[in-house]
């Protein structure tokens, strides 16, 4: 249950955020320029995890470490360098790439060592 309350926070707060931006609404640097790059794969491999458990019907599924490090390089590489390079509301940074790695490993160290059936899951 807790782990439910968290990550629909984390969702709502990332959802808020970018409603914000778009509004143009002032916000911290901080927060207007890391947050969601931040919340983003703990959000996106929580619902894939999330997804797959509710699938397979495999309540202990767990995503292993190079997928892990596989989609944070991916969503850096896509989000980083290419997008900056074809779109200027982007722009490229290397603080979101170490908050892409560092969250999404703080999201498989998270899982690894918890063992929650799928009723407590998200």
């Known amino acids: 249950m807790i782990k439910r309350v968290i990550y629909m ?16 609404l002032p916000l911290p640097k901080f927060v207007n320029n890391h947050a969601n790059d ?15 458990r509710g699938l397979n019907k495999d309540k202990y599924f767990k995503f292993p470490l190079p997928f892990v490090l596989l989609l944070a390089t991916y969503y850096s590489v896509y989000f ?13 940074d290397w603080i979101d790439v170490m908050l892409y790695f560092g969250s999404a490993i703080t999201f498989f160290l998270i ?3 918890k063992k929650i059936t799928f009723s407590r899951e998200l």
């Open 9 to 24: 926070g984390m969702a709502l707060i990332a959802l808020s955020i970018y409603s914000m931006q778009r509004l143009n």
């Open 38 to 52: 931040l919340l983003c794969l703990p959000l996106v491999l929580g619902a894939l995890t999330f997804l797959i």
């Open 80 to 92: 980083e360098y290419y997008l900056p390079k074809v779109n200027s509301r982007y722009t490229a």
């Open 111 to 113: 899982q690894k060592n």
